[in-house]
């Protein structure tokens, strides 16, 4: 993507990490998923909430993220943690409503948030085997609000997933509920490399709000395979600056792990 001395050029995954940093909430608890999740906790971190109190899998919980983990289980999201606990420990916080926001990936999405990370094509004989659930079913099923980060193109944005290990609003209005998860939790965003997508409250199915600078409405459409619904007013999103950059490839990930 082209830029200027304010918007220096970028890469579609830079793009996504810096929107998906500026969603954080100052103050708030955040269960952090593997890859690009972590590098924007860690942006968001360094730039606009340093009071985030992130949350690991396998129990590291309110680390400061001064070193990139390679892994939800890597050392450095103990580094200066609040508490070092253990993946159970985690998991029972977020059912008993405690973790504001979960940052999670993903091979698959369809029009309600659902999620696949673990098969491509039938199940019991895929045509890839991904890495599964670890905690993204229970992410997904209890913390209040989830956000998704990922590559937009038709096969991932699907009318239904192979599998759903994360569930969004599984089919609809309420169903949720009738599955026996918590009430008012699910899918907030979806930050992609063509923009941010929200739910309609009625119909709980995707809806394009914003674009990336450049992109049009037409072209996430056909980037699509499913019905998008789209936003009254779709804005424009506000390019990388300078600054996200710099913190972005200078401190964030100087070893180009991610990037």
């Given amino acids: 993507m082209a830029g200027n001395s304010k918007h220096p050029e ?26 690009v999740p972590m590098l924007a906790a860690s942006l968001a971190q360094k730039l606009y909430t340093p009071n985030l109190i992130p949350v690991f899998e396998f129990g590291g919980t309110g680390a400061m993220l001064e070193q990139l983990p390679l892994a939800v289980g890597g050392a450095s999201t103990f580094h200066r943690a609040l508490i070092a606990a253990g993946i159970c420990d ?12 979960g940052f999670l990936g993903g091979a698959q999405i369809d029009p309600y948030g659902n999620l696949n990370s673990t098969v491509i094509g039938d199940y019991y004989h895929p045509r890839v085997r991904l890495p599964g659930s670890g905690g993204g079913n229970d992410v997904g099923s209890f913390c209040w609000q989830t956000i998704a ?7 991932r944005f699907v009318e239904h997933c192979d599998f759903i290990t994360t569930p969004g609003y ?6 949720r509920e009738e599955a026996g998860l918590p009430p008012n939790t699910g899918p907030m965003a979806v930050i992609t490399s063509l923009g941010q997508l929200g739910f309609d409250e009625e119909t709980r199915r995707m809806r394009l709000d ?8 037409d072209h996430v459409i056909e980037n699509t395979g499913f019905d998008l619904l ?3 007013a779709v804005s424009e999103i506000e390019p990388p600056n300078a600054e996200e950059l ?12 991610y990037i």
């Fill in 90 to 101: 985690v998991m029972e916080t977020a059912a008993r409503g405690f973790i504001d926001y």
């Fill in 170 to 175: 599984l089919t609809g209005p309420c169903t």
């Fill in 210 to 217: 914003a674009v990336a600078p450049g992109v049009t409405v």
């Fill in 149 to 155: 980060i990922m590559q937009h193109d038709r096969r």
């Fill in 246 to 257: 710099f913190a972005l490839r200078d401190e964030v990930d100087p070893s180009h792990l």
């Fill in 10 to 35: 970028y890469s579609p995954t830079e793009f996504m990490i810096c929107v998906a940093a500026r969603l954080f909430q100052d103050g708030t608890t955040a269960f952090i998923g593997t890859g």
């Fill in 230 to 232: 789209i936003a009254d």
